[in-house]
């Protein structure tokens, strides 16, 4: 009977595996400020004056109201009794528009967001701040 020595083989054997190290963390937050701004506006305002002229002459028919410039004319009329009846333009009514432009500085405020990202590294007492992003 011969005998056999037996070897043994020995082999290595590489595992490869991945794990997850936070080396710090990142607090992102908005700020909103106020930023104070003055809006600068004309202003139209229009405005009506009423005169009244006399005008006692006879017209055959009712005259139209007409525009002259900025002026409307509205003519009244009446009849009258003489021996005949006749038309009689009694007066006018003269409506004059008028525009003011008034100059206006109102103050508004407006709001205004800004990011605020602030790291935090463990270990570490250390914050920074990075503003403005």
């Known amino acids: 009977m011969t005998r056999t020595d037996k070897i043994q083989r020995v082999e290595e054997q590489l595992e490869v595996a991945k794990r997850r190290v936070s080396d710090g963390q990142v607090k992102v937050r908005t700020k909103t400020e106020l930023d104070h701004e ?3 506006q004309d202003l139209k305002q229009v405005t009506a004056s ?4 006399p005008i006692g002459l006879e ?6 109201i007409r525009t002259e410039g900025d002026t409307t004319i509205v003519p009244i ?4 009794v003489i021996v005949e009846k006749r038309l009689v ?3 006018e009514i003269r409506i004059k528009r008028e525009i003011t432009v008034q100059h206006e500085r ?6 205004k967001q800004k990011f605020v990202v ?6 570490s007492k250390e914050h920074t701040h990075d503003t403005d992003l």
């Open 38 to 40: 003055t809006v600068e």
């Open 50 to 53: 009423i005169e009244r002229i």
């Open 59 to 64: 017209v055959d028919e009712f005259p139209q």
């Open 77 to 80: 009329c009446e009849e009258r």
């Open 89 to 91: 333009l009694v007066e």
């Open 106 to 111: 109102v103050p508004i405020s407006l709001r």
């Open 118 to 123: 602030e790291r935090i590294y463990p270990n």
